[in-house]
């Protein structure tokens, strides 16, 4: 069996990127400089926003973006590819610009997260991986900011390894997470390699190996009296469980003077069991003890558990977060948007569907998110030309692309920019940030929306305009290709 150590990941593509590079090569197409964005159609869950993220592996990617001779003589086998392109792909490399939005940025349809400016088969083999990072990452980072949202402040824990679609998916899902406000993951390699931090004490299985209940706990309190939550409800939770857990924390915990400790519930009437623990434990003094629950949460069950005046201090969300259960699937897309003539002018190019959805925004972009001088919210984001600008001392009128009559007058706002540079000519000039600094940042962004955007129901639908002359440039096309 081969691991992903041994595989070299510019073969994850689809073959029809092999296939038009190599008729790009052959149709003397090569060299075209070409405009590509990488965007989303939909939030999922019918959210208010999308967090982007899966930028770092997406730079790890083009760092190591070559073919072996192996990859070569594959292709070959295939008899598909002439020999003058095979032979170019000996000394492929990145040439290319690329513009992103900082992993952590809140997002929303049609905004391009990335954006690549390079050679035409440099820029259609980036296209799959590029879908794969930011699509799994920002589906399990959105995903996962709706539950941290809905346990109000209480920890949000990532437990869903064993039930994540694949290896990268657990690890890289992990690590979305994370940035999108969970205190830490059940997977232990994530933290190895991104510093997401593992957490995690005992399963039923501890419990069942010793002769009874008390026996485990105290064992497990001996063993690790700094790190002792105790899961209650392998037998009965209110007759043996919790009462034994309280006994072992006197009886171990108590005299070393360690006040910190907690359980874990993931089984039965979550709400009912969580109140009445909560008065045994205080009864019995253990105000200190925190209650963890899992089993099977989303962020409607946790909300549901607010409602039921349920007792809790952190959850643990494992199948339905890291497969993002409800809706799988992020539906980002990566279309050509521009080309370079002879003379270096840009040339818009534009995708037509009867599904006006599928429409796309040509040309090669900016996008500017204007926030309030006064409030330091976001008002609303802005599309327009590359080389157009944004004059913030000004007051605008921004209009909601799908409806032009709807209107809104901007004004005493800030403009930034929202993509920064990671490549150039090649050359990666993007300082990575760590993922704490991810993080927050993250949380930082997520803050300037207003809680109307954040609803997880029928949320307000945030305002992305086009610029007049981007807007004229659309319906041109539109028009011209219509007949």
């Not at 026996?215 to 001996?222: L, W």
């Not at 080389?387 to 901007?410: G, N, Q, Y």
């Not at 050359?427 to 704490?436: E, G």
Request: hydrophobic residues 40%; aromatic residues 12%.
């Amino acid at each position: 069996m081969r691991t992903d150590e041994k595989l070299n990941m510019t073969m994850l593509c689809d073959f029809y990127e092999l296939t038009m590079s190599n008729g790009y090569f052959e149709c003397g197409y090569a060299d075209r400089i070409t405009y590509f964005d990488a965007f989303f159609r939909s939030v999922p869950d019918k959210g208010g926003y999308a967090i982007a993220a899966g930028l770092e592996q997406l730079i790890d990617y083009i760092e190591d973006l070559h073919f072996t001779e192996e990859d070569i003589e594959y292709l070959r086998s295939r008899k598909l590819f002439s020999e003058k392109f095979l032979e170019y792909l000996r000394n492929f490399r990145f040439t290319g610009d690329i513009w992103a939005v900082p992993e952590g940025t809140p997002m929303f349809p049609k905004e391009p997260i990335v954006t690549v400016r390079a050679r035409a088969i440099e820029a259609q083999l980036l296209e799959t991986f590029t879908l794969l990072t930011i699509n799994h990452q920002s589906l399990i980072a959105t995903k996962a900011n709706r539950i941290v949202r809905a346990a109000n402040g209480r920890g949000v824990m990532e437990f869903g390894s064993r039930r994540a679609q694949g290896s990268s998916a657990a690890i890289d899902g992990a690590r979305a997470a994370y940035i999108a406000g969970c205190i830490g993951t059940a997977c232990t390699i994530s933290d190895q390699l991104y510093g997401t931090p593992a957490l995690g004490t005992m399963a039923h299985a501890w419990v069942q190996m010793f002769s009874s209940e008390y026996e485990a706990f105290k064992t497990y309190c001996e063993l690790y009296p700094t790190n002792a939550v105790l899961l209650v409800d392998t037998y009965n939770t209110l007759k043996s469980g919790i009462p034994n857990a309280i006994r072992v924390f006197n009886e171990v915990l108590k005299p070393q003077g360690i006040t910190k400790c907690g359980i874990r519930l993931d089984s039965g009437d979550i709400a009912y069991l969580t109140r009445e623990a909560r008065k045994m434990l205080d009864d019995a003094g253990w105000e200190t003890c925190k209650i963890t629950v899992s089993n099977s949460l989303d962020e409607y069950l946790i909300r549901d558990l607010w409602l039921q005046d349920a007792k809790i201090d952190a959850f643990g969300v494992g199948e339905r977060l890291i497969t993002a259960k409800s809706e799988p699937v992020f539906g980002g897309v990566y279309k050509l948007v521009a080309v370079e003539d002879e003379a270096g002018n840009v040339i818009p190019k534009i995708k037509i569907s009867e599904n006006v959805g599928k429409i796309t925004t040509p040309h090669f972009k900016k996008v500017y998110r204007f926030i309030g001088r006064d409030t330091h919210k976001a008002i609303a984001d802005y599309l327009c030309v590359h080389d157009e600008t944004v004059d913030d001392s000004s007051t605008l009128e921004i209009f909601d692309p799908e409806a032009t009559w709807k209107r809104k007058v901007v004004y005493d706002f800030e403009a930034r920019e929202l993509q920064v540079p990671i490549y150039k000519d090649g050359k990666l000039v993007y300082k990575r940030p760590t993922l704490d600094e991810i993080r927050k940042y993250c949380a930082e962004q997520i803050d300037t929306l207003w809680d109307e955007y954040k609803r997880f129901e029928n949320p307000q639908t945030y305002a992305v305009d086009l610029s007049q002359k981007l807007f004229d440039i659309k319906q041109g096309l539109l028009h011209d290709q219509g007949n």
